[in-house]
C-alpha cells in the first residue's frame, strides 16, 4: 500500500471517480479505509453492495491511449480463465469504464478478502508459521493455474536474453517448458486462509516462475525458504533454472534501481549458486 498522491489534482481526481463508479455499481464506499497504488495509478476501498454484501471496489487509470493490454485486462481475463480457483481467488463481479479529459478509468468490483495479508511488505519481513495445509492449497492452487491456457505473456524469451547476462553473467538457460503463470506471488498478495491476489500481471513464463518468485522475496527468512524450495522442488531441478535465473535477474535490476535493497546481499548470492548450476 502506498501513500496517497504527491500531486493534489491527482488525488482529488481519483477519488471523485472512485465516488461516481461507486454510485454507478449502486454499492456504497465504507468511511475511513482506502488504498493507493503507485503513484496514484489506483485508488481501492472496501464497499457494500445494496443487499449488504461485503464488496471491493477498485479504479485504476491510464491514458485513454494506453488503457489497454495485458495489465489493464488482467482482471477481466482472470475471472474468464480461471474463476474463483476454488475460492482461493476474489471473484470480479462488475466492470466500469469511463473517459474523461483523455483519462480512462476501470473500476472492477470484486468478492472482497476479509482476511490481512501475510505481509505488509512483498518482502518477507519475520518468519511465518504456515500450516502443511496452507502450503497444499498453494501448491495445489499454483499448479492449477500453470494448467490453463493462454496467449497472455508474463515474461518474455527477449527480455531473458538481455537480462540474465547482464545481472547474472551467464546466457539465458534454456526454457524446456513454458507454462501460465500469476506472475507477482509475494507475500503481501497471499492471505491464510489461502487468498491470492492482485491478478494484473499474470501468463506465460516459465515454469517455475511464480515458485522462484515466492522464493526470492523470501531470502530474508531462511526457515520459510527452505520450506519454499521444499514445496516447490521444480526449483531444484534443471527446468526450474530458467525460472529463478529470470526473477533472479528481475529483481538484481530492481536493486540498480534503488529498489528492493533490503535483498541485495541475497540476490547476489543466490545469483552466485545459479552461476555455479
Known sequence: MYSPPPDPDTEQRMRAHHAHTAEALDVQVEPGEEFWG??????GAPARTATGAPV?????????????????DGALDAQHAF????GHRPALLAIHDAVDAGTAYRAELSVRVDQPVLSDDPILQHD??????????????LAKVSAIDTDRVAVRQQYMDQAIPEFLGIFAPTVTCWTTA???????NLTKPL???????WGRAPQGF???????YTLLQPDTATRVRDVFPVLDSPAGLAAEATVCAQLLQTV???DNLALKDQLRNWSEELRRR
Not at 56 to 72: D, F, I, Q, Y
Not at 182 to 188: F, T
Not at 195 to 201: C, Y
Open 195 to 201: 487468498r491470492l491476489l492482485d491478478w494484473e500481471g
Open 83 to 86: 474463476g474463483d480457483l476454488d
Open 38 to 43: 503507485w503513484a496514484g495509478r489506483t485508488l
Open 210 to 216: 511464480d515458485a522462484a518468485t515466492l522464493y526470492a
Open 256 to 258: 540498480a534501481r534503488g
Open 128 to 141: 511465518l508459521q504456515l500450516s502443511h495445509s496452507w502450503w497444499a492449497d498453494l501448491a495445489r492452487t
Open 182 to 188: 500469476h506472475a507477482d506471488v509475494h507475500w503481501a
Open 56 to 72: 471491493w471496489l477498485r479504479l485504476v487509470s491510464a491514458p485513454e491511449g494506453k488503457a489497454l493490454g495485458k495489465l489493464w
